[in-house]
C-alpha cells in the first residue's frame, strides 16, 4: 500500500510539473523584462529622430573616413607611380648615353686598332708583336668571338597577383626571392668550370677582371646594369659545356632555388652565338720590343729604347 502511494505521489508530481512547463512556456525572467519594458513609457516622436539622425550622421562621418582613407591611398599610390616612371626615364636616358659612348669607344678602339695593325706589319718584329698581341687580346676578351655553344636563363618569378602594383614583389618576400649577384656568379663560375671559352651576361662580355656585384635591388656587370632574366651565352663544346655543367653542384644549386621560388631557369645548346668584346682594359704596365736588326732605320721595332706606357 505505502508504494502505491509513492507511485501515486510521484505521477502527481511529475504531471504537475509538466503542466507548469506547459503552462509557462516563457521564463520568469524574461516575463518580468518584457513586464518592465511594457511598463516605461514610449519614446517620443523628437526622441526617435534624434536616434535616427545620430545613427545617420555616424554613418555619414564614417563614409567620409573611408573615402579619405582610399583618396590618400590612392594619391600615394600614384605618386609613387609617377616617381618611378620619371626614374624609369631618367635611366633611359642616362643608359641611352652610355650605349653611345660605349658604340663610340668601339669604333675609336676599332681605328686605332687597324692603325696599329698597319704600323706594325711592316716589319718582322711587329708582327711576332701582333702575334703576341692577339693572344694576349684573347686572353683579356678584348675582341669579339663567334661559335657554337650554351645558352643559359636565369630570371626571377613573374609577379603574382598579391605582389605590389608599383613596387613589385610583396614586402614579405624580401629579396631572397629575386636572383641576386651571388646567384649569377655561380652560374658563370659553372659554366667556366665545364670548359667555356668566352661568356658574357646580358651583352655584357666577362674579361679576367669583369666584377658581378649587387648594388641595391640591380645587379651590376662590369659596372653596367643588368636586368632579369638574365641570359647568359657562353661558346665552347655544346656537348662537353652541356654535360659539365648538368652535372655541376652550382647547377643543382639553382634548380633548388628555382623550384623553391619559381624562377626562370632554362638552358639548350646553340649552334652559332655572338658575342662582343669585353670593356677596354686599363693599361698597367708595358715594356719595349726588341729591336729588330733587320728593320729599316724609323720602321717600328727598330727604336731600342721603345715607348713605355703606364
Known amino acids: ?24 512556456t516563457v521564463d520568469p525572467a524574461y516575463a518580468r523584462a518584457a513586464e518592465a519594458r511594457a511598463a516605461r513609457p514610449a519614446p517620443t516622436r523628437g526622441a526617435r529622430w534624434r536616434g535616427q539622425a545620430l545613427v545617420a550622421v555616424t554613418m555619414v562621418l564614417a563614409g567620409l573616413l573611408a573615402a579619405l582613407t582610399y583618396d590618400q591611398a590612392s594619391a600615394g599610390s600614384e605618386g609613387r607611380q609617377e616617381r618611378r616612371a620619371a626614374l624609369i626615364a631618367d635611366i633611359d636616358r642616362e643608359s641611352g648615353v652610355t650605349d653611345d659612348l660605349v658604340a663610340s669607344l668601339a669604333q675609336l678602339q676599332g681605328q686605332v686598332g687597324a692603325a696599329r695593325d698597319e704600323a706594325l ?7 711576332s708583336a701582333l702575334g703576341e698581341l692577339a693572344r694576349q687580346e684573347a686572353g683579356a676578351a678584348a675582341g669579339p668571338v663567334r661559335g657554337p655553344g650554351l645558352t643559359v636563363t636565369l630570371g626571377n618569378a613573374q609577379p603574382s597577383a598579391d605582389d605590389d602594383p608599383v613596387a613589385g614583389a610583396s614586402p614579405a618576400d624580401g629579396q631572397i626571392t629575386q636572383v641576386l649577384d651571388r646567384d649569377l656568379q655561380l652560374l658563370v663560375n659553372a ?4 670548359g667555356a671559352e668566352a661568356i658574357s651576361v646580358d651583352g655584357q662580355r666577362l674579361g679576367p677582371t669583369t666584377t658581378i656585384r649587387q648594388a641595391g635591388g640591380a645587379i651590376l656587370v662590369d659596372l653596367r646594369p643588368v636586368t632579369s632574366p638574365y641570359e647568359v651565352l657562353a661558346i665552347g663544346d655544346p656537348d662537353a659545356l652541356q654535360n659539365g ?20 631557369f632554362t638552358f639548350n645548346r646553340s649552334d652559332d652565338l655572338e658575342l662582343p668584346a669585353a670593356s677596354s682594359p686599363e693599361l698597367r704596365s708595358a715594356r719595349p720590343l726588341t729591336p729588330d736588326p733587320a728593320a729599316p732605320s724609323g720602321t717600328p721595332g727598330s727604336d731600342p729604347a721603345g715607348d713605355v706606357g703606364d
Open 191 to 194: 659554366l667556366w668550370s665545364a
Open 1 to 24: 500500500m505505502t508504494t502505491t502511494q509513492e507511485s501515486s505521489r510521484t505521477r502527481s508530481l511529475g504531471a504537475s510539473l509538466l503542466d507548469q512547463v506547459l503552462a509557462e
Open 121 to 127: 706589319s711592316a716589319s718582322a718584329g711587329g708582327q
Open 245 to 264: 655543367f648538368v652535372n655541376s653542384e652550382e647547377a643543382r644549386y639553382l634548380v633548388n632555388l628555382a623550384l623553391t621560388y619559381d624562377w626562370v
